[in-house]
């Protein structure tokens, strides 16, 4: 028999919040952000759950490569551009979108002479704030006219450093203030916002919106309360089972370190599931794990964590749920407990958790 653990990407929820995100930004096209092999949920489902979305923003050509020889023909934006100029002709003949963001860039695609440049789209990305990528306002615009000239179709760009907070700047307001300026009279659609803006800021949008987190069902603040009212479902499922029940005297210490005590006699439940597997090892004491049918009636219960995470298994408190066996299925992420939840009690975010998750894990693409 196969170690328990298993984790489901149910497209049917890339469904639902893709159809989500058109109720909040109607007017806009999406570009469903599907870097990191789709934030750890594979390629292959993204196909499946994500199949009307307007195009896919992916990080690196391979990935483009891989969604036209799967027979996507939709849109496709290299959301870092290219990286070398000997990969503007891999980029062009997979039509390819790009993204602009530095003087380099624009001297390659300037001396680009192999197709017609008017049918490829650049997406110029201003740095308004966030002085991560992109042209400062002084240099944008000249960019800008560079571009024009040499034939692209151009189109403008920026992302928000803090659409998520309300406390940090640059704030949204101001970015787009400054976004307003350097583009004021340079007539090309817009893309500006990310997850959060698209929940928070729909004064903010553009034409092209580009939604990451969000469509794994996931905050963008990390935060799991922050979105209930969005409607949102998780699409990765982590499940794993009880492997073994240990019965505790008061006093006993549990795993490396002894960092739990056993405040009275007490059942714990070993649960197939550690950080190779990419649960975090530094989740303290009290992080959720939901227990199937562990009370009369087959309902499932919340038990918490109690010990260090090891390499290949963890220990959860089994005093609420006295039915609990051997076999007893638990999920360690998913539906009944966001990732957000379990992030928030590693000192993380949702994002790494679902991104790192161990290739030995297995993967079932579900309907």
């Known amino acids: 028999m196969n170690r328990p653990i298993l984790a489901t990407i149910h497209t049917e929820a890339f469904r639902h919040n893709l159809s989500r995100i058109r109720e909040l930004a109607p007017a806009s096209k999406i570009w469903s952000v599907v870097k990191a092999k789709a934030y750890g949920h594979s390629l292959e489902a993204i196909l499946q759950g994500l199949e009307s979305t307007d195009g896919f923003a992916v990080l690196d050509i391979a990935d483009a490569q891989w969604l036209r020889d799967h027979a996507w023909n939709g849109r496709i934006l290299l959301l870092e551009g290219i990286f070398s100029l000997a990969e503007l002709d891999l980029a062009v003949q997979l039509k390819c979108d790009l993204v602009v963001h530095c003087a380099q860039q624009v001297e390659w695609l300037e001396s680009y002479q192999h197709h017609s440049k008017h049918q490829i789209n650049l997406f110029l990305k201003l740095n ?26 151009l189109h403008h760009m920026t992302h928000f450093a803090n659409a998520d907070r309300v406390d ?30 698209i ?14 987190i969000m469509l794994y069902g996931v905050s963008p603040t990390g935060v799991h309360a922050d979105i209930v009212r969005s409607e949102l479902q998780a699409v990765m499922q982590l499940r794993s089972e009880i492997i073994d029940i240990q019965e505790l005297k008061k006093g006993d210490h549990v795993g490396y370190g002894g960092r739990y005590q056993a405040p009275e006699d007490m059942r714990i439940g070993v649960i197939a599931c ?14 959720p794990v939901w227990v199937d049918a562990a009370k009369a009636g087959g309902e499932g219960i919340i038990c918490p964590l109690v010990g260090q995470v090891s390499m290949d298994m963890l220990t959860i408190d089994l005093r609420t749920a006295p039915n609990a066996k051997i076999g ?20 993380t975010i949702g994002y790494e958790l679902i991104c790192a998750l161990a290739k030995r894990v297995p993967v079932m693409i579900q309907q």
Not at 199 to 212: E, F, Q, Y
Request: glycine share 12%; net charge negative; proline share 6%.
């Open 128 to 153: 308004s704030g966030m002085n991560r990528l992109g042209f400062k306002p002084d240099l944008y615009r000249t960019a800008f006219h560079r571009l024009h000239a040499a034939g692209y179709h």
């Open 168 to 197: 940090r700047s640059p704030s949204v307001g101001e970015q787009l203030e400054c976004f307003e300026k350097a583009t004021e009279g340079l007539e090309a659609p817009s893309s500006l916002a990310n997850s959060a803006a």
């Open 199 to 212: 929940l928070w800021h729909r004064n903010a949008l553009g034409d092209w919106i580009r939604p990451g």
């Open 328 to 347: 007893s299925i638990v999920e360690l992420w998913g539906g009944e407990v966001p990732v957000d939840d379990v992030a928030q009690m590693s000192g």
């Open 274 to 287: 550690g950080y190779a597997d990419g649960y975090p090892r530094h989740a303290e004491d009290g992080t």
